[in-house]
């Protein structure tokens, strides 16, 4: 069993940063791939972030990328994703997972192995 659990959400003005933390416990992340997925009211879950456990890989949504950075960081065992230049339209409820797969294809989707509680973030205008 992998526990995770997400800190760092809060109110953010557009334009800002924020970083989210995921703390893992239970197993090493070092064999895990570390996805990020966010929640808009009225809205499905959506892919927005992935570092894969394999060759160092990151994935994005086309929607964040250039914008955020997803990380992992094996020795702590903690997955970040560093969030730049808000906009009001990433305000969401951000969830951190953790998955045994690698490939992109299973890793923009919500079939991870883990998941954490949930942070959120608003972005005001």
């Known amino acids: 069993q992998v526990r995770l659990v997400e800190s760092g959400g809060g109110l953010a003005q557009a334009g800002g940063s924020l970083r989210l933390s995921c703390t893992a416990t239970g197993r090493p992340l070092r064999n895990y791939s570390v996805g990020w997925f966010r929640r808009a009211p009225g809205k499905e879950r959506e892919f927005v972030a992935a570092?894969?456990?394999?060759?160092?890989?990151?994935y994005y949504a086309d929607s964040v990328k250039g914008r955020f950075t997803a990380s992992r960081d094996t020795d702590n065992n903690m997955g970040y994703l560093q969030m730049s230049s808000l906009k009001p339209e990433d305000t969401a409820e951000y969830f951190c997972?953790?998955?045994?797969?690698?490939?992109?294809?299973?890793?923009?989707?919500?079939?991870?192995?883990?998941w954490g509680q949930g942070t959120q973030v608003t972005v005001s205008s």
């Open positions: 570092a894969s456990w394999t060759g160092g890989n990151v």
């Open positions: 997972a953790a998955s045994l797969r690698w490939r992109p294809s299973e890793l923009t989707r919500p079939t991870y192995d883990y």
